[in-house]
Nanobody, 122 residues
């Protein structure tokens, strides 16, 4: 059983930075792991993904600003967010699944954390 617990969210001014963490218990390198977000009144959106294949992908809106990384030994997934914008405000979720190359498609991930809120003020 895989469980995910996120932390690191908070309030920051536009242009600032935050680093999100997600401890993924039960995780092995046979999982794809990544980050999604959901803003109020909007659908859940894939943000960044470490796929089982080794491929790393980002949604266009965060390329060059966000970096996903992981510590396999500690079972921790990170999302370093820089140059934050008000449109990055959302609940951020960590997800894990066994698709080889799931892309940023939420339905392909059966394991989810509870989320951590990120609020960016302009």
């Amino acid at each position: 059983q895989v469980e995910a617990v996120e932390s690191g969210g908070g309030s920051v001014q536009a242009g600032g930075s935050l680093r999100l963490s997600c401890v993924v218990s039960g995780y092995t390198e046979e999982y794809s792991v990544g980050w999604f977000r959901q803003a109020l009144g909007k659908e859940r959106e894939g943000v960044a993904m470490h796929e089982r294949s080794g491929r790393v992908i980002y949604v266009d809106s965060v390329k060059g600003r966000f970096t996903i990384s992981k510590d396999n030994a500690k079972h921790i997934l990170y999302l370093q967010m820089s140059s934050l914008k008000s449109e990055d405000t959302a609940m951020y979720y960590c997800a894990a699944g066994r698709y080889y190359e799931p892309g940023l498609i939420a339905d392909r991930f059966p394991y989810w954390g509870q989320g951590t809120q990120v609020t960016v003020s302009s």
